[in-house]
């Protein structure tokens, strides 16, 4: 009983180098979820997907794209990676954002960029 | 707009000891309220919720009453243990919107 699955669990990258976090749910949700975590901070939103085939910005999009690309996957890219970007990334899913059932966390991708 | 505040930490208290970790929430209309928890090199975990005024949500012995009039959902637990110790996060959501995120309260108990 996977739940959320992200990969990797760790990266380092350099500064203006791309990458993609992946995350992948095998309990047939709806929605699903990108946040960081900072210190300090709480969870802040980045991109959001409502739906297969829809993407919404979150709290903190800029400088990340998402690709829901089926209705278990939802990845999150840097295309220019930057410092302030170190972070702590989850991913969390749900089956209807109407009914009040809770979000399902994987167990986060730890980002560093120098 | 929306908001969630919760106390700062770290609390640090010894086994058995009584634990309440204060929530306040702003929020327009009825949002839905989450106690999250995450254990050390892990992803957070509901660990309770309510989704109307008056309800207690409950789990592991801790519990938390959403109070309307005080815009309130304080966790509470009667004895800690050690194996509590993590970051407790409350949240709130509203309209099946994304949830909204306090800071997180780190809880160390020792014994």
């Known amino acids: 009983n996977a739940g959320v699955t992200q990969t990797p669990k760790f990266q380092v990258l350099k500064t203006g180098q791309s990458m993609t976090l992946q995350c992948a749910q095998d309990m047939n949700h709806n929605s699903m979820y990108w946040y960081r975590q900072d210190p300090g901070m709480g969870l802040r939103l980045i991109y959001y997907?409502?739906?297969?085939?829809?993407?919404d910005k979150g709290e903190v999009p800029n400088g990340y794209n998402v690709s829901r690309l089926n209705k278990r996957e939802f990845s999150l890219r840097l295309e220019s990676a930057a410092p302030s970007q170190t972070s702590v990334y989850f991913c969390?899913?749900?089956?209807?954002?109407?009914?009040?059932?809770?979000?399902?966390f994987g167990d986060g991708t730890r980002l560093s960029i120098l | 707009g929306n908001s969630v505040t919760q106390m700062e930490g770290p609390v640090t208290l010894s086994e058995e000891a009584f634990l309440t970790i204060n929530c306040t929430y702003t929020a327009t209309g009825y949002p839905s309220l989450f106690w999250y928890v995450q254990y050390p090199g892990e992803g957070l975990q509901l660990l309770l919720k309510a989704t109307k005024a008056d309800d207690k949500g409950s789990n592991k012995g801790f519990e938390a009453t959403y109070r309307k009039e005080t815009t309130s959902f304080h966790l509470e637990k009667g004895s800690v243990q050690v194996s509590d110790s993590a970051v407790y996060f409350c949240?709130?959501?509203?309209?099946?919107?994304?949830?909204?995120f306090g800071k997180g309260t780190t809880l160390s108990v020792s014994s």
């Open positions: 969390a899913s749900r089956g209807d954002p109407n009914s009040n059932q809770p979000q399902h």
């Open positions: 949240a709130l959501e509203q309209a099946g919107t994304a949830l909204i």
């Open positions: 997907s409502a739906s297969e085939g829809t993407t």
